[in-house]
């Protein structure tokens, strides 16, 4: 990726990039936040912050906004960006900040930033280990931590930050960001269209503009069918038929099947999982059973999230359903 | 046939860069051998069989100029032996000289009780080895090799892929002038599971007195005896009655890793088990997966006794009545849809990769909306700002 195309991401093609708030006044939803961020950046000097909130309202963009507006166009040798979930530990992740902390800021203010985005994902163990980090480089370094959930980042962290609780876009900003993009983009976005993708997104404005982005190939009138269609082109299907094979007992041809899912369309086995919590309302088996079956797909949604192999994790929940209703009608 | 027509011998790598996706590993080797005065004596290259471990140190010794003094330790017989063996290795005059490598092979074969002593006595010579010290095991986290273990430079190299066997194979058809079927050669480097040696061996007997290979050939090699291990192995686990700490070890001497038993287990659960002993089997097999993760983010080898012990132990308590009766067990069978499918997940994970770098999200995020995104990566100038490479522009067209 070149300097220049990074410099005129305004320019970029994908529009989660393009209309990415580049200044305070442009940041939708989210005004005492802000207003107390633009306050810090103002005086230059900054505090350890969390920002914690739900997916896709502005932690990222804003933590962006910050750094530009301190460093100006120096900003990139003073921004170091990670995931606590995609990176393979905390070890990793310290030595990461070791090398960027070395090296001393570029310009008048006195420290760099590290985003840290997801550190909820971290251990307990894992976060004492980063607090320590935070500790040894506060000197040059500041740290913007990102979560979902502020309960699970421990107290000691929590006690060092500036806490900002991001909350869900209601349906006018989401609105107003609806508008913003169509605009520009030569989009005719009906009633309709506009409430189902709130309804599809939860607020959450990089989904949105995901969801447009795609509707767009499709034609620039869009409409809530179209938006319906693509989000569940994107849901997995034969659910229904694999649920039915397993709790009939047919335990071999169930798991065929479900492989076959799962090798011809892109679907996680969390998708799966969300799939078949929503087919099985509609079967034709006592209430309590279903409910087992909910409670059997938490305990595997769990260990997916905690084992690797998505297969065995999911073969498992199929074979439980043989603990269930074999052939009840 | 004089030496020259085996193919283990003709297509044997003798250089470096022959080989291919073992990068890292030879990065750490040339490393150690430049560090060897001041750091660890001796290197440990480790990884399954017929993966290029002995191979890759006669590259190396031959692009580097070395000579390579070799001794294999299923040959120790004793202490005595292995000392004797090691003193005059280390003492042999170099026929050309050259600077010398000492390659000390198969080191799984020193049996504790036997050689007492001997690996001890390794130890301490490979510390004052004035050469550098190769060893080579198929599976290094026995604890017969902790103390050798902390010694010495760790080398793993990982099973080659299936893909990798398959290019192999069809350079080798193609300068044997032998017409191959392209799924042929993929159905046969999926049944060689990472060996290379099996890999040669096998196609060599397909290209004898033929110029084409076709499916139907392939299916005709016969698997190789692995089978007979994990056969028992399956017995023990299905047929045990009263549990017994002796099926803990059931799987220990089968030269197959738990990610392959997991997959025999899988395989033939359907057949002993049914309802809920079925159930409860699975239950175990993910619950067992859970720790195999854990040790793969903590490194964390501790959790190896519980992944084993839930494929054994836990396996074996999930049956509700014996089951006294003769059950044929089958090999893995979808095997080539499993690899189909990890195939298919890493090229979703490394455009997702690109993808969250630059728009600022996890990699987890991008693969969770993947198929909508797949819409958005349907222009060309969207492809080209990502920097996706023409393999991922192919997967996503189809």
């Known amino acids: 990726m070149s300097e220049e195309k990074r410099e005129g991401k305004g320019f970029s093609d994908i529009w989660t990039e393009r209309y990415r708030p580049n200044n305070f006044k442009d940041v939708i939803g989210q005004e005492e936040i802000v207003k107390r961020i633009d306050g810090f950046v103002s005086s230059k000097n900054l505090p350890h912050l969390l920002f914690s909130g739900p997916a896709g309202v502005g932690k990222s963009s804003l933590a962006l906004i910050v750094v530009k507006k301190l460093f100006g166009n120096n900003w990139k040798e003073n921004y170091l960006e990670l995931n606590a979930s995609d990176e393979r530990g905390i070890d990793v992740v310290r030595q990461k900040v070791k090398n960027f902390a070395r090296t001393r800021s570029l310009g008048d203010v006195t420290f760099k930033i590290i985003f840290l985005d997801e550190a909820d994902a971290l251990t307990k163990e894992a976060q004492q280990a980063l607090r320590r980090t935070m500790e040894n480089y506060s000197g040059t370094c500041r740290f913007i931590l990102s979560c979902n959930y502020s309960s699970k980042i421990i107290d000691p962290i929590q006690s060092r930050c500036a806490i900002f609780r991001f909350s869900l876009l209601n349906e006018k900003d989401v609105e107003k960001i609806i508008k913003n993009v169509s605009k520009n983009e030569g989009l005719d976005v009906d009633e309709s269209a506009m409430k189902a993708l709130y309804e599809v997104s939860n607020g959450d404005c990089r989904r949105i503009i995901n969801l447009l982005q795609a509707s767009s190939s499709v034609g620039k009138k869009i409409t809530a069918e179209v938006i319906y269609q693509i989000v569940s082109a994107a849901k997995p299907k034969d659910i229904k038929k694999i649920l039915e094979l397993a709790i009939e007992g047919k335990f071999v041809e169930s798991r065929e099947l479900l492989l076959e899912v799962m090798l011809k369309q892109s679907v996680s086995g969390l998708d799966i999982i969300k799939e078949i919590n929503r087919e099985i309302w509609k079967l034709n088996i006592k209430d309590e059973e279903k409910v087992k079956i909910i409670e059997k797909c938490g305990e595997i949604e769990f260990r997916l999230t905690e084992g690797s192999d998505e297969f065995i994790q999911l073969e498992s929940l199929l074979a439980s359903f043989l603990l269930i209703g074999k052939g009840k009608e | ?398």
């Open chain 2, 1 to 398: 046939m004089s030496g020259k027509n085996i193919f283990v011998d003709k297509y044997s790598t003798k250089s470096l860069k022959d080989f291919v996706g073992q990068d890292e590993s030879i990065l750490l080797i040339k490393r150690f051998i430049i560090n060897f005065r001041k750091g660890k004596k001796a290197c440990i290259i480790h990884g399954p069989t017929g993966s290029g471990k002995t191979s890759l140190i006669y590259a190396l010794a031959n692009d580097m100029g070395f000579e390579v003094i070799e001794l294999n330790a299923s040959d120790f017989r004793g202490r005595k032996d292995i000392e004797s063996h090691l003193k005059r290795a280390s003492e042999q005059k170099s026929l050309f000289s050259k600077s010398k490598i000492i390659l000390i092979d198969e080191i799984d074969g020193i049996v504790e009780g036997k050689d007492r002593g001997g690996l001890t006595y390794l130890e301490s010579f490979m510390l004052e080895s004035q050469y550098p010290v190769f060893l080579t095991a198929n599976d290094i986290w026995q604890k017969k090799f902790n103390s050798i273990r902390q010694k010495c430079e760790l080398v793993q190299l990982r099973e080659a892929n299936h893909n990798l066997i398959t290019l192999f194979l069809e350079r080798i058809c193609a300068t044997e002038g032998i017409k191959a079927n392209r799924d042929a050669l993929l159905k046969l480097a999926i049944k060689e599971r990472g060996d290379f040696r099996a890999a040669l061996n096998d196609i060599q007997v397909l290209c004898s007195g033929s110029s084409t290979i076709s499916n139907e050939d392939v299916d005709k090699i016969n698997e190789r005896e692995k089978d007979e291990g994990i056969f028992n192995a399956l017995q023990l686990v299905f047929k045990m009655v009263k549990l017994d700490s002796k099926i803990l070890s059931a799987y220990e001497n089968l030269n197959m890793n738990l990610d392959d038993v997991s997959l025999w287990l899988d395989e033939n659960i359907p057949k002993e088990y049914s309802g809920k002993e079925l159930a409860k089997a699975y239950d175990f097999m993910s619950k067992s997966d859970i720790f195999k993760r854990r040790i793969m983010r903590q490194q964390h080898w501790g959790f190896l006794v519980y992944q084993n012990m839930l494929l054994t132990a836990g396996i074996s308590s999930a049956k509700s009545s014996p089951k006294p009766a003769f059950t044929k067990y089958q090999r893995p069978s979808r095997l080539l849809k499993i690899w189909m499918f990890n195939r298919k997940k890493e090229q979703v994970k490394s455009i997702s990769i690109k993808y969250a770098r630059f728009t600022h999200c996890s990699i987890k995020r991008a693969v969770k909306e993947f198929e909508i995104l797949k819409i958005i990566f349907r222009r060309d100038k969207i492809r080209e700002e990502l920097n996706l490479t023409e393999e991922e522009t192919e997967f996503l067209r189809n």
